[in-house]
């Protein structure tokens, strides 16, 4: 006798199994596309990075969310105990964000490439009708203990300077 599966029985084996096939598929690019976490403190390498700083010890303490990118950037004159520091901080979700400082007007831009390994801040301040500014674009090494920093003003003509940091462990 010949044994025939009912055409409902066999709908929702077929819907199940697409299921099933489905949320896999979405986990794995989920994963897949997860963004770089560059949180941690980091030393700069100036055997590696470029001549413009050697003559400072860098540090970049760098916070970061799912929402946020903190960068708290520490300048020590290797030959003195003097310290600057620069703190700028980004919203993760693609827009501009205009802040009025000392008579300009600040904007910061931070966006991930369509794999969310690289990351580019873009920070401009308006003066009148000028702009003045700098990009950075942050990526890490495979074992995630090497940051390279690439600065570019955005004045054409200016030279990028290529920054490598090591983790602090």
């Known amino acids: ?6 055409p409902r029985v066999k709908t929702n084996s077929i819907l199940g199994s697409l299921f099933v096939l ?4 979405c986990s794995s690019v ?23 700083y050697k003559s400072f010890e860098v540090k970049y303490t760098i916070t970061q969310t799912l929402q ?10 290797k030959s003195s105990k003097e310290i600057v520091t620069d703190d700028y901080s980004f919203t993760l979700d ?11 007007i600040e904007k910061e831009l931070a966006q991930w490439s369509t794999d ?6 873009r920070s401009t301040m308006t003066y009148g009708n000028e702009d003045v500014g700098f990009t ?9 203990l090497v940051l390279t920093v690439q600065k570019s003003n955005i004045i054409p003509g200016v030279p990028t300077v290529k920054q490598v940091f090591n983790k602090k462990q």
């Open 136 to 144: 950075e674009t942050y990526s890490l090494s495979d074992n995630g």
């Open 68 to 77: 946020t990118f903190t960068v708290k950037q520490t300048f020590t004159l």
């Open 1 to 6: 006798m010949k044994r025939n599966g009912s």
């Open 94 to 104: 693609g827009k501009v964000t205009s802040i009025e400082k000392e008579g300009g």
């Open 30 to 52: 989920s994963y897949a596309q997860s963004p770089a976490n560059f949180s941690g403190v980091w030393i700069q390498d100036t055997t590696k990075s470029d001549d413009f």
């Open 116 to 121: 969310k390994k690289i990351l580019t801040t």
């Open 22 to 25: 489905s949320l896999l598929l």
